[in-house]
Structure formats: structure tokens, C-alpha cells
């Protein structure tokens, strides 16, 4: 039975998982980067291509300044701790989202290790950083109304494949499958265009309880699902 080739997942409940055990937000987000190697080996043992992990959303910047700042160091660290497993495993950095906007040291890591991994096959893991899938629609349709202006494109011509190939996702095929962790049931602006016949799957659990048997589950469970892309 084929894995599903491309899987998206928001990273739910760190924040409330640190809470129930009287720690720090930002030790629930340090347990929940950790939880990313797991479930990364387990994409690749089953077989996975591509996996987007929403890391960091645009409005997330609303927190607090410690939790932000954080969050930046605890991805330099990520990404310093993580390099030698994703050479081992043969993973793909590569991220979605308006990532200059970033501090510069995470810039540069970001750069080095998505440079050191170019080459890798097993999978490809998609950070999803500074994203918003409302400004990335905005950003392919202003791209396409500055060619329709300049006479480079027939705006009779525009199709549903016009929009995606402008998309920070252009060279990715579309989720089959999105989990979301934390039991929470909204996109909450993640890839509102290309989730469009993903199927979806909601587990209670936070993040960084997501374990690889729930993954194994999740998987089990789009096996289940019937998949007509609007036919019969």
C-alpha cells in the first residue's frame, strides 16, 4: 500500500503542554523540536517524499518578545543538533515562507544547512516559517497581475495552474494528508490553496506527545479514506 507521498502537519500544543506540567512555554517548544527527528525517521521508513512542518506563522510574532526570541535561538539549535541525523537519514532542508524577514543568525543557519543538504533523496522536510497563506496567495496573485501589466501574460490564460506555479510551494506536489495535533479544527492559514483535497486528520494529542506509533496511525487511517477528487 503506497504512503502517503506528502504530508503536512501544524505542530499543535506545545505551549499547553509545558503549561499542564508547570513548566516554561518555551521548554514545551524545546520537547516539540526534539519530536521532529522522531517523526522525520519515521517519514522516511514509511516511505514519505516530503514533509511540511508549520514551524512559525506571521502572526506569531504577536507573543511575547522572550517566547519569540526564543523560538529563533531554539531553531539555530535545531538546526546545529540535527544536521548530522538528516546526512544520515538523507533529508532535504528546504523552507516556505518569507524567511528574510527572520533575524539574520537564523538566516544564515537556515542558509547553510538547507546548502549542506541539498543533495539528499529520502525526504525532503519543509519548514514553514514566517508563513501565511493568505500573503503567499496575495504574493503569487500580485506577481501574476505585474506580468498580465507588462504584457508578459494573457490574463484570459490564467487557470488554477497559473496560481500554483506562482506559490512559495511551486516545485512541491500538494498534502495528501494534514495533521494537526492538540485536537484543534481550523487551517489556521496554513496552505488553505494546496490542502484543497488533502485529507485531514485530528488527533488530541499535543505535539510533543505525537509519538512514530501516531504517525503509523494516521497514516492507517488516509489508507481508509476513499479519495475522488470530486468524482464519483
Given at each position: 500500500?503506497?504512503s502517503?507521498?506528502?504530508?503536512?502537519i501544524?505542530?499543535?500544543?506545545?505551549?499547553r503542554?509545558?503549561k499542564?506540567?508547570?513548566?516554561?512555554?518555551?521548554?514545551?517548544?524545546e520537547?516539540?523540536?526534539?519530536n521532529v527527528?522522531?517523526?522525520?525517521?519515521?517519514?522516511?521508513?514509511?516511505?514519505?517524499e516530503?514533509?511540511?512542518?508549520?514551524?512559525?506563522?506571521?502572526?506569531?510574532?504577536?507573543?511575547p518578545d522572550?517566547?519569540?526570541?526564543?523560538?529563533w535561538?531554539?531553531?539555530?539549535?535545531?538546526?546545529e543538533?540535527?544536521?548530522?541525523?538528516m546526512?544520515?537519514?538523507g533529508?532535504?532542508?528546504?523552507?516556505?515562507?518569507?524567511?528574510?524577514?527572520l533575524?539574520?543568525?537564523?538566516?544564515?543557519?537556515?542558509?547553510?544547512?538547507i546548502?549542506?543538504?541539498?543533495?539528499?533523496?529520502?525526504?525532503?522536510?519543509i519548514?514553514?516559517?514566517?508563513?501565511?497563506?493568505?500573503?503567499?496567495?496575495?504574493?503569487?496573485?500580485?506577481?501574476?497581475?505585474?506580468?498580465?501589466?507588462?504584457g508578459?501574460?494573457?490574463?484570459?490564460?490564467?487557470?488554477p495552474?497559473?496560481?500554483?506555479?506562482?506559490?512559495y510551494?511551486?516545485?512541491?506536489?500538494?498534502?495528501?494528508?494534514?495533521?494537526?495535533?492538540?485536537?484543534?479544527?481550523?487551517?489556521?492559514?496554513?496552505?488553505?490553496w494546496?490542502?484543497?483535497?488533502?485529507?485531514?486528520?485530528?488527533?488530541?494529542?499535543?505535539w510533543?506527545?505525537f509519538?512514530?506509533e501516531?504517525?503509523?496511525?494516521?497514516?492507517?487511517?488516509?489508507?481508509?479514506?476513499?479519495?475522488r477528487?470530486?468524482?464519483?
Amino acid at each position: 500500500m503506497t504512503s502517503p507521498r506528502h504530508i503536512a502537519i501544524i505542530m499543535d500544543g506545545n505551549g499547553r503542554w509545558a503549561k499542564e506540567r508547570g513548566l516554561p512555554r518555551l521548554k514545551g517548544h524545546e520537547r516539540g523540536a526534539a519530536n521532529v527527528r522522531p517523526i522525520t525517521e519515521e517519514c522516511v521508513a514509511q516511505g514519505v517524499e516530503f514533509l511540511t512542518l508549520y514551524a512559525f506563522s506571521t502572526e506569531n510574532w504577536k507573543r511575547p518578545d522572550e517566547e519569540v526570541n526564543g523560538l529563533w535561538l531554539l531553531l539555530g539549535h535545531f538546526l546545529e543538533l540535527e544536521l548530522p541525523t538528516m546526512m544520515k537519514n538523507g533529508i532535504r532542508l528546504r523552507t516556505i515562507g518569507r524567511t528574510h524577514e527572520l533575524p539574520e543568525e537564523a538566516q544564515q543557519k537556515l542558509a547553510s544547512t538547507i546548502a549542506a543538504t541539498a543533495e539528499n533523496k529520502a525526504l525532503t522536510l519543509i519548514l514553514a516559517l514566517n508563513y501565511s497563506s493568505r500573503i503567499e496567495i496575495a504574493d503569487a496573485a500580485r506577481s501574476i497581475a505585474e506580468d498580465a501589466k507588462s504584457g508578459a501574460l494573457d490574463p484570459a490564460t490564467i487557470t488554477p495552474d497559473t496560481i500554483g506555479a506562482r506559490l512559495y510551494t511551486s516545485e512541491y506536489p500538494e498534502p495528501d494528508l494534514l495533521i494537526r495535533t492538540s485536537g484543534e479544527m481550523r487551517l489556521s492559514n496554513f496552505m488553505l490553496w494546496q490542502l484543497s483535497y488533502a485529507e485531514f486528520y485530528i488527533t488530541q494529542k499535543f505535539w510533543p506527545d505525537f509519538g512514530k506509533e501516531d504517525l503509523r496511525a494516521a497514516v492507517a487511517e488516509f489508507h481508509k479514506r476513499e479519495r475522488r477528487f470530486g468524482g464519483i
